[in-house]
C-alpha cells in the first residue's frame, strides 16, 4: 500500500518528529573562593525528555525557576547543555559545528519574553528585521531586501510606514510583533515562543496569541510555548508540559491535562487558574511554601516537601519515573498513574 492509500485508510504511521529532546541536563557552575572554583551546581534542567511533531504546540509551564526557560534555550544551544541530546529533523544540534549551527538557526528561532530588551534601541525595525535576512543572504537586490520586510511587518500586523520608526515609538504589544517578524524572517520550522505573552497585558495577550496561532496554520510552525501560567497555554497548545524543579512531572493533551490532571503539583496550579463559568466549582489546593532551590533539590521526588500527599520513606527517598497512564499522558507520580 503506497502512503497515500494507507493514510486514506487511517494506517499511516504518525509523522517523524520534528524534534526530539532526550535526557536534557543543564547544570550551572556557582564559583566561589580565592581561586574561583567550583563550590555548587544550579541543577537548572534535570533530565527533560519529549518529542516534538511537525505543527505541534508544546505548551511548556512551571513557576519560575522551574528550567522551562533553560530548557528551550538549551534546545537552540543558547546555552550549552551539561548532557543529552537534541536532534532537529535528525540531525543532531547537540553536536552541531559552528555551520551547522548557522544552519539550524534558521529552521529554530526564539521570540524573548520582553521586547524591548531583545531590540535594539539604535536600530529601526526595518534593519531590526532585515538583519537575518543579511546574515543569511535570503534576498538579492536592496528592493527585494526592503519588499520582504514590509511583508514581514504587514503578515504580522504593522505596516510599511513604521520600518524607518525605532522600538521606543511602539507599545508593548506592537514590540512583541517585531520580535515576532524577525524571528519569521528567516523562514524558520520551529519558533521557541520564551514567556512571548507574560509580560503583556491580558487583552493584548490574547490578540498575540491569536496572531501566533494565525502564522502557525499560514507557515506550518512548530511551537514550544514557555509560559508561568496553564491559562495562557490552554487554547494554543496541542499538548502540555508541566515542569518542577527542571523535571518534567506531567505531559499530556491538552484536553487531557486540564481535565483530568494526574499529578498533585498539575491539580495545585490547575486549581488557581480562574474558570469563567460562575456556576463550575473548584476546589482550591493551595501550594505549601515557595519552590526549594535548584542548588539542592530535595532527593526523590522534588515536589515531595510541597506534596499534600507524599508518603514517607517512598517519596522523599525514590525518584519517580515519568510512566504511561493513558494514550499520550505520562506522569512522573509514586501513587498516580
Ligand atoms: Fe507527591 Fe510522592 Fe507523587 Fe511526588 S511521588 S507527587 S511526593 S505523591
Not at 101 to 118: E, G, N, T, V, W
Amino acid at each position: 500500500m503506497n502512503d497515500r492509500l494507507a493514510d486514506a485508510a487511517g494506517l499511516a504511521p504518525p509523522p517523524a518528529p520534528l524534534l526530539t529532546v532526550k535526557n536534557l541536563v543543564k547544570q550551572f557552575p556557582i564559583k566561589g573562593g580565592l581561586l574561583s572554583r567550583t563550590v555548587d551546581k544550579v541543577h537548572a534542567v534535570d533530565g527533560v525528555s519529549f518529542d516534538l511533531a511537525p505543527g505541534e504546540t508544546l505548551g511548556v509551564v512551571g513557576e519560575s525557576g522551574c528550567g522551562k526557560s533553560t530548557t528551550g534555550r538549551c534546545i537552540l544551544r543558547l546555552i550549552e547543555p551539561t548532557s543529552g541530546e537534541v536532534t532537529f529533523e535528525g540531525r543532531s544540534v547537540t553536536h552541531a559545528n559552528k555551520d551547522e549551527l548557522r544552519a539550524l538557526a534558521r529552521d529554530m528561532q526564539i521570540i524573548f519574553q520582553d521586547p524591548y530588551a531583545s531590540l535594539n534601541p539604535r536600530m529601526t525595525v526595518g534593519a531590526t528585521v532585515g538583519e537575518a535576512l543579511t546574515i543569511h543572504k535570503l534576498t538579492k537586490t536592496p528592493r527585494e531586501y526592503e519588499d520582504r520586510i514590509v511583508h514581514l511587518l504587514e503578515t504580522v500586523g504593522l505596516n510599511a510606514d513604521q520600518m524607518r520608526r525605532y522600538p521606543h515609538e511602539f507599545s508593548g504589544g506592537q514590540r512583541q510583533r517585531i520580535g515576532i517578524a524577525r524571528a519569521l524572517a528567516v523562514s524558520p520550522k520551529l519558533v521557541v515562543c520564551d514567556e512571548a505573552v507574560s509580560a503583556l497585558d491580558v487583552s493584548i495577550q490574547a490578540q498575540v496569541i491569536n496572531l501566533l496561532e494565525d502564522l502557525r496554520e499560514q507557515f506550518q510552525l512548530t511551537y514550544i510555548f514557555i509560559a508561568h501560567d496553564l491559562s495562557v497555554v490552554e487554547h494554543i497548545s496541542h499538548r502540555v508540559a508541566v515542569m518542577y524543579l527542571g523535571r518534567i512531572v506531567e505531559i499530556a493533551p491538552a484536553k487531557k491535562l486540564y481535565t483530568d490532571p494526574k499529578h498533585p503539583y498539575t491539580e495545585a496550579l490547575l486549581s488557581a487558574v480562574p474558570i469563567p463559568d460562575p456556576s463550575v466549582k473548584r476546589k482550591r489546593i493551595p501550594l505549601q511554601g515557595d519552590v526549594p532551590s535548584p542548588i539542592r533539590p530535595p532527593p526523590g521526588c522534588h515536589f515531595h516537601t510541597r506534596c499534600p500527599i507524599a508518603k514517607k520513606g517512598l517519596c522523599d527517598v525514590e525518584r519517580p519515573e515519568l510512566k504511561k497512564t493513558s494514550e499520550g499522558h505520562w506522569v512522573s507520580c509514586h501513587l498516580r498513574g
